[in-house]
């Protein structure tokens, strides 16, 4: 094996490139290792021009191997890998919106980056992914523009960790994923705690200072091992498609991007005359209908940018920091919904529904990265065909209904109640009704309003938004060159498809709780998205307005359809005891009470599931189970034993709920036999009398009802009566 290493630090681990021969075929490979953690990339690019297709084709696979974790997983009947995960799509969801806008456009041969995860202890493999991916094309002959650099940065207690392990993001008040290149940033993941604006940007500060520092270790690994890329020159365009255009077009596209409708219906509409009148020209029937729907789309683009930038204009006539009509309602739907969310924004419509289970109801987690982990908050988003005015397939998922799943669950799980508080788990379903821009941010807004109406108690309302940004190049008089841009809140239609960036902000009014970054450019400066983050905060405050006047608070108590939840607490040496052989217990008391489900945590926290006063019963029955008995403590019991020395009452269910009533505690007074006063059934009153040093239970009759023996006929006996308790057994 020929063997090449490369090796830098990284928040304070090495980091090693190694290019060997091991994956030769492909145009660019790389095994990246960081601490323990290692991922091969691979980067291939197809030899054959596609010309049926008017986009680049890239495909970006994050494959999970079980191996990779050390662990034999999967289910009992299927020991290998099979679908990927939701966290699969999502890391390879993060490569592929990193490196795809570094590509040039125009070319039509597949690409497919593989990373493929052969080694996983604590470190993230997502910001290694993202380097590996960098390396592997960087170092290959495919046309790219990278390399790119990607970190985590954590903060906890207001101290930042670069690249934390898994551990540290657990506890972590933030967790950024960033990516770029030459002081930009191209791509952010973002989860946090309700931080500040400020604390934000210092992270994204942080990210570019360490990208740097990569980026420069990576170009000293390109100048000597990249190989000189394939040509990938733009096609020039026949000289009659651009005479066509001026001649009779050029002064169309404007009045169709700025017709201030909340659409795109007028440039689709220019885009069908344009592409009929290019099919009478003779010269240019041969001309491929990506070739003709490109040439539009990028006037519409070059169009749309230069009136933000000069004209100071939006396709819909708004203001740069307006914000579309904005609904809200919350329930209404039906009560048979455990609680509901509307939530429009100009044409995006989203309807949220919530359902509350028991904690038996949560989604068993077990991939690579979380073994058996029990996920009891979860939203999931459906995109129907429809929503876009579209007509397709429906059914199942796909990476970007996946993503943008995550990312609304993402900005509302900093609000979710904690298990002790609310031991409910919540699914939210989000059907996006009508989309015209950011549904999953609409999602966010739709999703606290079921939340709210279905009494789940979180810490705050939580919205969102999207903002974007239009630029144009510039030149001074001295010859410098630089950027004009325009920051747009609340991107739709056009601005979404043609703009810059794609910069989603969700989060309280206290702080931000997710962002998410995409962009069709090579990067966003930081001062760009400072100021993003700040009109962010201004219109989610909007939104929250919006959101609070319909309902300001949780309601009080959750749906009467919902389950009822009762939780308890037992000693962890209890538990054996509430199961029972075999389950024999615990099923006894589902089948007795009618519980839905009881659940049992290794810390002795029990919950229990339930409707119609089921659960309160189940709660009685473990009680009494795991009481713990104390002297002075009387009950009604009942008599189960006797024997010449006394007799045994049972005053509970559990094996050790059985206590002596000596013969000298019956009656005040001597009594010849026990057997005079109580036989095996009766129903007696009892008080603890003691627990001796060994556990056992001492019961008197007479300190709680010293006329028993007196009702029952009986008199004082001047025989002998025996005053010690034998060791028997119970």
């Not at 054996?576 to 389950?583: D, H, Q």
């Given at each position: 094996m020929q063997t090449k290493k490369f090796e830098t630090v990284v928040g304070g681990k090495p980091m090693?490139?190694?290019?060997?021969?091991?994956?030769?075929?492909?145009?660019?490979?790389?095994?990246?290792?960081?601490?323990?953690?290692?991922?091969?990339?691979?980067?291939?690019?197809?030899?054959?021009?596609?010309?049926?297709?008017?986009?680049?084709?890239?495909?970006?696979?994050?494959?999970?191997?079980?191996?990779?974790?050390?662990?034999?997983?999967?289910?009992?009947?299927?020991?290998?890998?099979?679908?990927?995960?939701?966290?699969?799509?999502?890391?390879?969801?993060?490569?592929?919106?990193?490196?795809?806008?570094?590509f040039?456009?125009?070319?039509?041969?597949?690409?497919?980056?593989?990373?493929?995860?052969?080694?996983?202890?604590?470190?993230d493999p997502d910001q290694v992914a993202v380097n590996a991916a960098s390396l592997a094309l960087a170092t290959s002959d495919i046309p790219w523009g990278g390399p790119v650099a990607a970190v985590r940065i954590g903060q906890k207690d207001g101290q930042p960790i670069i690249n934390p392990t898994y551990q540290e993001r657990e506890a972590a008040e933030l967790d950024v994923l960033a990516c770029?290149?030459?002081?930009?940033?191209?791509?952010?993941?973002?989860?946090?705690?309700?931080?500040?604006?400020?604390?934000?940007?210092?992270?994204?500060?942080?990210?570019?200072?360490?990208?740097n520092k990569l980026l420069a270790w990576q170009q000293k690994i390109i100048q000597e091992l990249g190989k000189e890329k394939l040509p990938s020159e733009k096609p020039e365009l026949p000289a009659a498609l651009v005479q066509l255009f001026e001649s009779e077009f050029a002064d169309k596209v404007s009045p169709a991007v700025f017709c201030g409708a909340p659409s795109k219906e007028a440039i689709y509409a220019l885009l069908d005359a344009w592409k009929a009148r290019v099919a009478e020209v003779e010269e240019l029937k041969d001309l491929k209908p990506g070739v003709i729907k490109r040439f539009l789309e990028d006037?519409?683009?070059?169009?749309?940018?230069?009136?933000?930038?000069?004209?100071?204009?939006?396709?819909?006539?708004?203001?740069?920091?307006?914000?579309?009509?904005?609904?809200?309602?919350?329930?209404?739907?039906?009560?048979?919904?455990?609680?509901?969310?509307?939530?429009?924004?100009?044409?995006?419509?989203?309807?949220?529904?919530?359902?509350?289970?028991?904690?038996?109801?949560?989604?068993?987690?077990?991939?690579?990265?979380?073994?058996?982990?029990k996920k009891r908050f979860i939203h999931h988003y459906n995109f129907p065909p429809y929503s876009a005015g579209e007509t397709g397939r429906m059914g199942g998922i796909n990476r970007r209904a996946t993503g943008h799943g995550a990312l609304a669950e993402k900005a509302l799980a900093a609000v979710i109640p904690p298990a002790e508080q609310f031991p409910y788990t919540i699914?939210?379903?989000?059907?996006?009704?009508?989309?015209?821009g950011s549904t999953?941010?609409?999602?966010?807004?739709?999703?606290?309003?079921?939340?709210?109406?279905?009494?789940?108690?979180?810490?705050?309302?939580?919205?969102?938004?999207?903002?974007?940004v239009m630029s144009s190049p510039t030149r001074s008089r001295d010859g410098v060159e630089g950027t004009k841009y325009k920051i747009l809140t609340d991107i739709q239609g056009p601005e979404d498809e043609f703009g810059g960036m794609d910069f989603k902000v969700a989060g309280t009014r206290k702080g931000v709780t997710a962002i998410q970054l995409d962009i069709k450019l090579d990067g966003i400066p930081l001062p760009v998205l400072v100021e993003a983050l700040a009109g962010a905060k201004?219109?989610?405050?909007?939104?929250?307005?919006?959101?609070?006047?319909?309902?300001?608070?949780?309601?009080?108590?959750?749906?009467?359809?919902?389950?009822?939840?009762?939780?308890?607490?037992?000693?962890?040496?209890?538990?054996?005891?509430?199961?029972?052989?075999?389950?024999k217990t615990i099923n006894g008391i589902r089948d007795v009470s009618g519980v839905d489900d009881i659940t049992i945590e290794d810390d002795g926290s029990v919950f229990i599931t339930g409707k119609g006063g089921t659960a309160q019963k189940a709660k009685v029955m473990i009680e009494s189970i795991v009481k713990e008995y104390k002297a002075g403590e009387v009950y009604d019991g009942e008599v189960t034993r006797m024997m010449d020395f006394g007799a045994f009452v049972r005053v509970g269910p559990g094996k050790d709920a059985e206590g002596l009533v000596h013969v000298s505690e019956v009656a005040p007074f001597r009594i010849n036999k026990v057997s005079d006063a109580l036989k095996v059934g009766d129903k007696v009153r009892v008080m603890i009398k003691e627990i001796d040093e060994k556990g056992r239970i001492n019961l008197s009759i007479k300190a709680v009802d010293p006329d028993f023996a007196s009702r029952k006929g009986l008199q004082p006996s001047n025989g002998p009566q025996r005053q010690e308790r034998p060791d028997q057994p119970r």
């Open positions: 090693v490139a190694e290019f060997t021969d091991l994956a030769e075929q492909a145009n660019g490979s790389v095994l990246l290792r960081y601490g323990n953690t290692a991922v091969l990339a691979t980067a291939v690019m197809s030899g054959r021009t596609r010309d049926d297709i008017d986009y680049f084709p890239l495909t970006v696979d994050y494959e999970e191997r079980f191996y990779a974790a050390g662990a034999i997983l999967g289910s009992r009947f299927m020991r290998r890998e099979g679908r990927p995960s939701d966290q699969a799509i999502l890391s390879g969801r993060v490569v592929d919106r990193t490196i795809r806008p570094l040039p456009q125009h070319i039509r041969n597949e690409v497919q980056v593989v990373i493929t995860v052969l080694a996983l202890d604590q470190e770029g290149k030459d002081g930009t940033i191209n791509m952010i993941e973002v989860g946090a705690q309700e931080a500040d604006e400020p604390t934000v940007a210092s992270a994204f500060g942080l990210a570019v200072e360490e990208h006037k519409v683009d070059e169009e749309i940018h230069r009136g933000a930038v000069e004209d100071n204009k939006r396709a819909d006539n708004r203001r740069f920091d307006e914000i579309r009509p904005l609904f809200a309602k919350a329930g209404g739907i039906s009560d048979v919904l455990h609680g509901s969310g509307v939530f429009y924004r100009g044409g995006t419509h989203v309807f949220t529904a919530l359902t509350l289970g028991g904690p038996g109801d949560s989604q068993v987690i077990d991939t690579m990265e979380e073994h058996d982990i699914r939210l379903v989000s059907e996006c009704f009508a989309s015209n999953s941010m609409g999602s966010a807004c739709a999703g606290t309003l079921a939340l709210m109406d279905g009494g789940v108690p979180i810490k705050a309302p939580v919205a969102g938004i999207a903002m974007g201004a219109a989610r405050e909007q939104i929250l307005t919006v959101i609070e006047k319909e309902i300001s608070t949780p309601r009080a108590q959750i749906s009467s359809r919902a389950p009822e939840i009762l939780s308890m607490k037992i000693k962890p040496d209890q538990i054996g005891l509430v199961i029972g052989g075999g389950g």
